[in-house]
């Protein structure tokens, strides 16, 4: 059984953006937690792991996320929720999406489709094939790219220029299909799809499981910074995929006039993770990650949890909340316990994080490992 630890007296100097290092303990209590459960802690201590800080991702959504307070056109009204793949009966050729004027920037960008897949000698997004003969799917994932950038055309034409020369180098979708070494990554990562999420559009919806205290051992883990990376990326594309928005049916709003259904969530575990010590190898990858998930998955992402948090954390957080807009707040929640996590994502999560389905490492999905 986890027992709870001492306060740590002192905060790192890089404490705004922290790597991790393994701590035998379970964190400290924060602000923002509720009343503890047992929590059954891992078996060994492990080293570091790749921290997506709370106050890093603050940073990062607030570059792409201030939000009109007063925004009210829509390329349509709010959609209605978003359905299982089952449930998309209609066929692609009927769906339509609503008219806009020739200057609305999603006209605009549709325009320049062709000239942007033949620059960059691909057309796959997301399992989609952006295309002017695609229209309606074509234009969900425009809209993700506009979204992200409030519209500026000049800037979600280069970043979808950037995602789409990307792709056709790294091949996300073949990292998603691919065998990872066991020993490396077992247990660092798991999806799994939630009904009943309070508040949410959809009947279901996806969750990315990040859990860094499963690391044992640094070097191999983040010792071959291309094999982590291909693990990282095809877990968040397999995710994406989850989304399944080849069977999209209803359009997304324009920015600032609606939520955008097609969004998975991630919940960051920092079970028996410290935040205290840089780790050369760790903070490559840190770095790494964020920019391509930052730069080539747009809007991707509805919220973000941070649970089993030491409460110096959740200090540094409540801090940096004062410095970034209302709307980027919102898609961040940290908690100290993850048993927490069932109060706001509902009880179809796994036992230890309060729900009411079996272990995350029964119940979720995770990248094929082997030997």
Known sequence: MATKPEEPTTVPAEAAVPPLEKQPDAPATASTAQDPVTEKAPAEAAPAAPLEAPTEELKNLELSEKKPEDATTSVAAAPVPASDTKEDTNPTATLQWPETPADHPLSKLFS???????????????????????????KLILQKFLRANQDDLEKA???????????????????????????RFEGLG???????????????????????????????????????????????ERSVQHLNLSSASQPIPDYGAGPDP????????????????QDPLVKAATKKTIEILGRCYPETLSRKFFVNVPVIMGWVYQAAKMLVSKETVKKFTVLSYGNALAGELGKGLPKEYGGEKGALVETGEAMKLEG
């Open 112 to 138: 320049q489709v062709e000239e942007l897949t033949k620059d960059a000698g691909h057309s796959e997004v997301y399992g989609i094939t952006i295309s002017s003969t695609n229209e309606f799917h074509t």
């Open 262 to 277: 097609y969004q998975g969530i991630q919940v960051h575990d920092y079970l028996q993770v410290s935040f205290f010590r």
């Open 190 to 236: 798991y999806i799994l799809r939630v009904e009943g999420v309070p508040g949410s559009l959809n009947k279901s919806d996806v969750v990315t499981f990040n859990i860094y205290g499963a690391v044992k051992d640094n070097k191999k883990t983040f010792g071959d910074l291309e094999a982590f990376l291909r693990w990282r990326v095809g877990l968040m």
């Open 157 to 183: 034409k280069q970043q979808l220029l950037d995602t789409l020369k990307w792709r056709k180098e790294f091949d996300p979708v073949k990292a998603a299909g691919e065998t990872f070494e066991k020993s």
